[in-house]
């Protein structure tokens, strides 16, 4: 048994837990296995590029962050439009002779997984992305572990926020989605979160945040997912919306936040940008676990000889869905999704 495997897209912790897994598993309960290691993603699979793996490459990657096997951004567009990359790509699938393909990724990942599946190739996904956007899996690995990154960095604002009587904004990765910055900021006890689901008012913010002064609260945590526009914004389309930002000078919805909020208020106001350090590092026990159920999950798959399919967790369980099911959707947080009723029960504020 041949078996390919590619991490493809942003990094996160976790990835090498799943290689990990998947490789343990995989000499585990089948005879004959050669893995092999598909380097930087898609990229290395349309360019050829991949090695022979062996069982000791896999020992002691548990808790390194990052990936074994290099990662890259690599956009398709239509696959009419991208014939050339994934004919190379079925081309060095048959090179390598490859009896499948587990590919671990976010949602583009997933969504060339599908095309290459289509194509007749045995694809496996699993579930990779601190954005938790994947839909038909309630978490994805890495998530729980920014979750704490976070939130750790939301605590450590609070202290000096009190100290100075400021606000301080801190923004979040989450382009598209606020999974990551609604849970840390109610991990963290952010008092106002503004994620893009829910397009905010900045008057009604900045109201949030005089209405903590009068009740003796000096200072006020926005925690603002990267991706978030407000309510004028949302009646743009996203390009518009691009090219509006673009003339009035203003880079990210943080920036303007914090200039409007010290402008309207008076109130030092500071922002902080954790970037990719919530992406970093080594992957927290849930995500080890996670990753681990996963893994050894693909490598039953494999066994039994089904493809076309992603690996997902849903109410506890480890399971899969297919991948023509799930490929080219994102999963929102909707107004009844339950960490978004709770953050409002308890008064966190959204903007709105
Ligand atoms: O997809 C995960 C993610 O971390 C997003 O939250 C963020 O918008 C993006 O990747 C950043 O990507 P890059 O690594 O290309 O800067």
Redesign the pocket.
Known sequence: MRIGILTS??DCPGLNATIRGVAKACYEIMDDVQIIGIQNGYYGLINNIAKEMVPNDFSGILTLGGTILGSK?QAFKMLSMDEDKIKSMKDTYKKLRLDCLLTLG?CGTHKTANLLSAEGLNIIGLPK???NDIFGTDVTFGYYTAIDIATDCIDRLHTTAASHSRVIVCEI???KVGWLTISAGIAGGADIILIPEKPYDINKVIKSVTDRIEKGKSFSIIAVA?GAYDVEEAKLKKKERAKKREEENITTATSRIVAQIQRETGIDTRSCVPG?IL?GGSPNAYDRILATKLGAHAAELIKQGLFGRTIAIVGNKITSNRLSDIAGIMKFIDDDNQLFQTARNIGIHFGR
């Open positions: 897209g942003g951004r976010g992305t601190i954005d990765m989450g382009n990267e990719h992406r």
